[in-house]
């Protein structure tokens, strides 16, 4: 057979038709998502002297970044407050998901997605001063703590500080979370829980039992869509956060945009990844195990 017709043979196989299917969608994702990590990747190892870039190797960046003791602290306190708003948001949506799914007939389960995607319809920016407006010294929260003579003072601990950063990306993040586990519970077959009760189980033990464990994979992608994206925000914590409620992802903009440093921003951005994908895994393993069981 000859090189021509054995190139015409493979043109029409599956392989060769599965591979133009998907042609566009990997050349989009090169563009748009391979080639600006690789480029971030490059700039973490070059330096910069005001708008000059040095392109010569250089561990400089990486070894700042390690090193000063404000980079390690911006970057824990980002993990901290991302796992506070992951653990937060996926507690206060499971129930949720649950009623919807559970508790909810199938004629009213579309009206009910509707409305946890209402907030889709406002601007996130638009969200968050809202946030700033009801936890201020004289906002909402405040005022209406005051008036019902809960409180004698305005409360100061729940704005430009971490706890608002965690409250507002909660709310933020909400439907984020909400979906993902309405559609694993929605999967469950709901025999099983049905014979889980004929054989004697109760309400809590099915639950923990059958219903828990298959609506893990909804909880699991629920916790990377939520901790992935807030270990990133720096719009929530420059407008709620305040001087201790600073993440990562605001030095590394400051290093970008204000002290012309793009380098030690790609280095701190370089960083900040490789801990999000090594939690993302550590997680995901622990998950896996866990579904396994005892062997």
Known sequence: MSLRQRFGRLRRSEAASGLILVSPTAIFALLLLAAPLATILAFSFWSQDYLTIDKS????????????????KLIWRSVRIAGAV???????????????????SQARKSMWIFMITIPFWTSYLIRVFLWKVILGYNGVLNTTLQGLGIIDEPLSFILYNANAVVITLAHAYAPFAILPIFVALEKIDRSLLEASRDLGEGHVTTFLRVTLPLAMPGVVAAVLIVFIPTIGDYVTPRLVGGPNGLMIANMIQTQFLKLN??????A???LSMLLVAAIALVFVGVNRRFLRGPK
């Open 86 to 104: 992951t653990v937060a948001t996926v507690l206060l949506a499971f129930p949720i998901a649950y009623f919807v799914s559970f508790g909810v």
């Open 261 to 266: 440093n793009a380098p030690m921003g790609a």
């Open 57 to 72: 190797f250089t561990l400089t960046n990486y070894h700042e970044a390690v090193t000063q003791p404000l980079y390690s």
């Open 268 to 270: 701190l951005a370089v």
